[in-house]
T-cell receptor, first 115, second 114 residues
Framework: GAGVSQSPSNKVTEKGKDVELRCDPI?????LYWYRQRLGQGLEFLIY????????KSGLPSDRFSAERTGESVSTLTIQRTQQEDSAVYLC?????????????FGPGTRLTVL | AQSVTQLGSHVSVSEGALVLLRCNYS??????LFWYVQYPNQGLQLLLK??????LVKGINGFEAEFKKSETSFHLTKPSAHMSDAAEYFC????????????FGTGTRLKVLA
């Protein structure tokens, strides 16, 4: 079946512009996560959704970052007034429902470059 | 607060040699622990996970990890490295109180020498 997809795969933008990154999780997966991976660094948690609600937004670095999820499906991460330090790979992951401790299924990421 | 520390951002081993990638965690409650691998130009995929039960966990591609509560460790091992094991490896813990987020380590890049 289809995995987690993200679009665009690459995005180059100018400092100060807004960008939208999209994540399509695996169908039926209730939890959705966004991470940031800067060059040579680990994954930095940004936000996670349970259904359409975001119980934990603690990782969003500033109020320039926001995310939403609709229909318990697609999610959009928006970065306003981009800065050069926002350059990174943004990863999305989803997990299936259920009480068990499940793995996360990752998308291929969106590479964002802010000039 | 739960956290993960991976010792060694880069590890090199010879082909056929033992692979040992270190992960230590901090948690006041029984942790849920994971190892993920990221091959070049590919997404992360699960190698193995520990939730409860047997402390020695076997994963894909011959990897295994042992949960040692007394040492707060979850080191990843493979008896004999293969060239195809060259990748970046991430240890992660799932937070178990108040939120269901995952905390990842900073990663260890494994290089396999011919």
């Amino acid at each position: 079946g289809a995995g987690v997809s993200q679009s665009p795969s690459n995005k180059v933008t100018e400092k100060g512009k807004d960008v939208e990154l999209r994540c399509d999780p695996i169908s039926g997966h209730t939890a959705l996560y966004w991470y940031r991976q800067r060059l040579g660094q680990g994954l930095e948690f940004l936000i996670y959704f349970q259904g359409n609600s975001a119980p934990d937004k603690s990782g969003l670095p500033s109020d320039r970052f926001s995310a939403e999820r609709t229909g318990e499906s697609v999610s959009t991460l928006t970065i306003q007034r981009t800065q050069q330090e926002d350059s990174a790979v943004y990863l999305c992951a989803s997990t299936p429902p259920g009480a068990g401790i499940s793995e996360q299924f990752f998308g291929p990421g969106t590479r964002l470059t802010v000039l | 607060a739960q956290s993960v520390t991976q010792l060694g951002s880069h590890v090199s081993v010879s082909e056929g040699a033992l692979v040992l990638l270190r992960c230590n965690y901090s948690s006041s409650v029984p942790p849920y622990l994971f190892w993920y691998v990221q091959y070049p130009n590919q997404g992360l995929q699960l190698l193995l996970k520990y939730t409860t039960g047997a402390t020695l966990v076997k994963g894909i591609n011959g990897f295994e990890a042992e949960f040692k509560k007394s040492e707060t460790s979850f080191h990843l091992t493979k008896p004999s490295a293969h060239m195809s094991d060259a990748a970046e490896y991430f240890c992660a813990v799932r937070v178990t109180s108040g939120t269901y987020k995952y905390i990842f380590g900073t990663g260890t890049r494994l290089k396999v020498l011919a």
